[in-house]
């Protein structure tokens, strides 16, 4: 009886199951890259400081514009084929605050369903401002880090 086969198939199926776990969790790479966009419709960027990032508010990686200037470790996830951006950046020493933040219970919207490690799952408990520019996002501070994210919802002042 040859089992030759049957080994071949077995290793490719623990090939298969092992590259389904780990490629989510790799480092970015063409690999990985090429599955987030292809698959889960879906790009990430990070920028040594928010002054690195593009400033054209077409541009999938732009910021919005109440991000301080000085923010830096900025982490941006952007769903291809719609909206939703996840955002993550530690505060510099300019403060989230101003005319486009305010704090109190921000108006409920959905969590947009984007995949980033660096991305805690219990952030949705912690809003609380809301921040506008072109959409409305949710804002979760801990520490000097923040969290903000959008599933695409427009700021009333950009509703005709």
Not at 52 to 63: G, K, M, S, V
Not at 120 to 147: F, I, N, S, W
Request: charge should be positive; charged fraction near 25%; hydrophobic fraction near 35%.
């Amino acid at each position: 009886m040859n089992r030759r086969p049957l080994v071949i198939a077995a290793a490719t199926v623990g090939v298969l199951a092992t590259a389904a776990f780990a490629l989510p969790n790799l480092p970015p790479n063409p690999v990985t890259d090429t599955i987030d966009h292809r698959v889960y419709k879906e790009k990430g960027k990070r920028f040594a400081t928010a002054a690195d990032a593009p400033t054209r508010a077409e541009a999938a990686f732009a910021l919005p514009s109440w991000i301080p200037k000085d923010a830096t470790d900025v982490r941006i996830r952007v769903r291809t084929t719609g909206e939703a951006r996840l955002i993550r950046f530690d505060l510099g020493k300019t403060p989230l605050d101003g005319p486009r933040c305010t704090a109190g219970t921000p108006k409920e919207q959905g969590e947009p369903a984007l995949h980033a490690r660096w991305w805690p799952r219990t952030v949705r408990a912690e809003v609380r401002t809301e921040c506008r520019d072109l959409h409305q996002y949710q804002v979760a501070v801990r520490g000097k880090r923040v969290y903000a994210w959008t599933d695409g919802t427009p700021s009333p002042h950009t509703r005709g």
